[in-house]
């Protein structure tokens, strides 16, 4: 009996979150969309920042490598 007083307490429970999960939504609804438009082209930003980002690792490991040696 103690197991179905659990899971009865942990539905409820799961009720209560998902409805504050939606109202959550519900109210930031204009932030949620403008987050998935600015999110459309985080590859294409990866993929431009990725050239600079190894050259400037290229050149601190060079930078490196002369202190250490």
Not at 25 to 46: K, P
Not at 49 to 59: D, I, R
């Amino acid at each position: 009996m103690l197991l179905e007083a659990l899971h009865g307490e942990l539905h409820s429970h799961l009720a209560v979150l998902k409805n504050e999960l939606v109202d959550l939504i519900n109210r930031d609804y204009n932030d949620f969309v403008r987050l998935s438009t600015q999110l459309v082209d985080v590859d294409g930003a990866v993929l431009r920042m990725l050239t600079p980002l190894q050259e400037l690792q290229g050149k601190l490991v060079t930078m490196r490598d002369g202190v250490n040696s």
